[in-house]
């Protein structure tokens, strides 16, 4: 017996130097940064490229689904187990990083290295890196949606190619002819595909709102907010141009990053997606698709949603300083010019988008739509957000009342009327917990919880 | 209560007299194949699903038309899958380890030693047997973030590795272990480690198994404590591994079946060798409710 | 004396290395949990630490979502005195000498053992609304007996096999956001799946093996005093079977209550996030995600508590009403 355990425990020793060994090591010699980001296959090469101009560093990928990324990352950072820098992927993002204390503020160092946020970026994208005018992150890319069409499904319609700007009502003229039913009638392919999470895009397109301009309440039970959701649901119930929820679950597709709306474009499934340039990164690998871009209907101005990644340095981290560099490379031509050509959606450096490269990839020369791509994003807005509630709570609520709009279970003006008034007990208890807050929220509103 | 189950002669069993009947022998028949069939047509689904092409999926029929051994391979190049079995077993082997060597000087020390305090101690380790896991994660949870063992072997291993179920347990064992060999290794000089070690565990043989089997299969499947503490890729354990191909990878599910196949294949394999031992185990309370 | 001594440092020897543990991974955090659940504790700071004495329990008691959920709870419980009843019935089919028993129960023993995420994913795709097995086989049976045709012609809206994981219907009618019943809600639908998941995982494990064993345990002689008596299989049954695996029954149920309360956690996880809308959500589900998607870490910890405060109520009915002989 003794033995048997003895024997056993050199096993296990053993196994533990062989576990310790095929760890993921950085090469000698080289500073380690790690960056969190998403799993996008794009983030490789941008990776490869950052080591290669610089090879004293040895920068490394933390791979995070975006959802739940962020408050890990944030304990981490506290812990002083966090990476050295992490990307926030909304303004909201940057706002909890920046509370919690996590981001560094950058405004001088940056400035000291030549590199001038607000004149170089699109506009759209500066409140995902700049708080209060102090500098927290570098924006790594800016996302404007556009309308992907799948020309070979079009022609088999007999269709043409539609081309903006167009009316909702045009839209779903199209998106009608190009349903097809299967001998049983049920809808194989539908006119239109959409993530449901695209809902904040819809509200931004009818002229809604989700937080009023200083954040401090919840206004996504006004007319125009409610009129999107209306119509989004409508898309799938009243006009089944959309796959409804159980319509989703019943398209089993190929694998890829990116998984739902992308693959099932990409199978066909659909003739027309609503979804931003970084789509290529999936779809470049699907065979003999054949794709155009037009821009997305709108209702009066053009509004679109504008997203995108900023990288913002970890303050805790014993390398923040050498963590620079890498922001200055994402202030720089290589970056950028190597975003636009592997379509990680669109450079967020302003002048980087007007050169021919852009316009036309030698290694694609069939994406002849990337002005498109461009234009749009002259009309691109960040999305609202409110720094009096936890940005997760509030969506956690907000999705809540979606998925019931979602599955049909519930009529949109009283799911979006229990969403605002939800959203805004959640601020007034924010609020009473946190007397900073308080003050701020006086300051703006004159008063110390929401009516 | 007696330590083992009476062994029992098929005549003597309660309702063997008027089984005999035709027609009643005939209806316990059939409902053990009824139930056998439930059981298995799910796993059946399983492996042939896990053999279709991705298209024959959607459809109805249940033998796959075209057999794609290449799924197996293909959950390896998609996600690192071999790297998620590595990590399972040896997390699972080193916890098993540690829990049956400590847990069985605990219980030698609660079983055979008398010292002051001992019963009282005892109950307070039957008491936190009652306690929902869920209670203990969250300030584990920030005692690793603490100890910065977050996303770790060790913050894996060593919160798993300390039981009081498993000290229950051997503790029973122990006690149905004749006193008068012990006393008789005394009187020839041993010392209580020298007891334990060659007196004490090798009779403990079964109780050994029985709680090494299941601590090792708790593990293997072990998944809310993994789902917090792991967040790198190379230290992720089976049950996460598998639920982030299922979440991020596209909904293939026939390689998601592959996968689950060659996660469920050593559990058959160890049930099957072991099934006295775990079905003497359960009946013994081996498991916790 | 002497030998008091040895033995009692001997002992600490033996402890120390389990005793630690337990002290720092058990002991420890259940006071320190009680500790934080009188606190706001949210983990990343972003609201300022304070105590808060009763305040999370208050705010607790009037959380809807937590009433809502302590249904849901409740609700997959429903499936557990069928699962025991099914348990029951097969230990008893069982332990006639038939041939081949041990296959039986291995077969019925795997799913059991083989319960974890790689099965929730199987069940998951099992309950597909269009090509998972379980449709099909209600479709194919819709089909052949034309009931579609038949309820239309009666006058109904048709009937179509159920969306299961998708839907938030259930068998009682039970409303997603209100706590009430609404005669369009019923239906099957997500917490129907996974209690059927359930009974299926169950209904071979752990309480059939304890079963049988309580039934190799009846002493023949009553049996056979009874058929002398000339009584039948269903007398038998009620008068000796039943009441000699009482004690049995009794753990089983407690033991199941117990694991009822504290579980679909897994299930949540892995097969439908919490979801539809929140309604397979249960307690447990609930803490993780205050805990570990919210961070609210004091909040979390209160609930953990009630919960723990059910449980020990229950386990408290046990010792009385069961006596200890059952432990030990």
Redesign the interface.
Known sequence: MKSFFAITFCVLVLLSVVAWQIKPDPPPGKIPLVWVSDDNPARRQQIALFNQLHPEYDLRLDPRASTAGIEKVMLQSLAGVGPDLADAFSPSDLDAFVRSGVAWDITEELAERGVDLEGEVWPAILPTGIREDRVYGFPANVAVDAIWINKDLFDAAGEPYPEGPWTWDEFLEVAERLNVRDARGRIKQFGFLCDWWQWPQFIMLFGGHIYSEDGTRCVIDGPEATEAIQFMRDLMYEHHVMPTPVDEATMATQGGWGSGTITYFGAGKGAMALGGRWWLCTLRDYEGLNLGVVEIPHVKEPRYRAYGRATVINRYSPRREEALDFLVYEAGKDYNDLINRQADAVAAVVRYNYTPEFLRNPEHPEEDYNEVWRDVVKYGRSDDWSSFVNGQTAMRILNKQLDLIKSDQKPVPKAMRDAAREVNEEIAKTLEMDPSLRIQYYRLTGRERPE | MSAFPRERSGRHLAFSGWWYRRGRFTASHVLLVLMAVTMLVPFMWMVLASFKPLQEVEQLNPIPSVWRFENYPNVFEQVSFARYYFNSIFIAAWVTFLQCLTSAMAAYAFARLQWRGRDTVFRLYLATLMIPGVVLMIPNYTLMVKLHLLDSYLGLIVPASFSAFGTFLLRQFMLTIPSALDEAAAIDGASPWQIFWDVIMPLSRAGLVTLGIFTFLGNYGSFFWPLILIKSEHLRTLPIGMLYFDTVYGRQTNLIMAASVMNIIPLVILFVAAQRHIVRGVQLGAVKG | MRR?R???R??????L??????G???????L??LV?SIS?WH??????F?WVALRNFVELLQDRDFWLYSINTAYLMLGIPFAIAGSL??A???????RGI?V????????T???????M??????Y????G?LN?VINWWLDSLHLNELVRALGGGGVSAP?WL???KNMLGLD??QIRIIPGQWGLGARDALIIMGI?IA??G?NM??Y??G????P?EL??AA?LDGAG?WA?FRN??WPQLAPTTFFIV???F??G??GG??QA??MTLG????TTTTI?YY???K?????Q?GY??AL??V??SA??VI?MINWRLGGK????
């Open positions: 008091q040895h033995e009692r001997a002992a600490l020897g033996f402890l290395p389990n005793l630690i543990g337990f720092v991974f058990t002991a420890g955090p259940v320190f949990s934080i706001n983990l990343h700071r972003t609201v300022a304070q019935l097969l008893i089919v069982l332990s006639q000498r038939l041990v039986y129960r291995t077969l019925f023993y795997l799913p053992f083989t319960s974890g995420v790689a099965l994913l199987l069940w998951k795709a099992l597909n609304p269009e090509f097995a099909a969306t998708l839907s938030t997603v956001e299926w209904i071979g752990n093996l304890l049988l064993a039934v190799s345990n009846i023949p049996v056979e058929q299989r038998i000796v079977t407690v033991m199941s117990i694991g309360l504290q956690f897994e996880r892995v979801g539809p809308a929140g447990s803490i993780y995600t805990a570990f998607e919210e961070f870490i979390a910890a953990s508590w919960l723990f449980i020990f386990t002989e059952l432990h030990y």
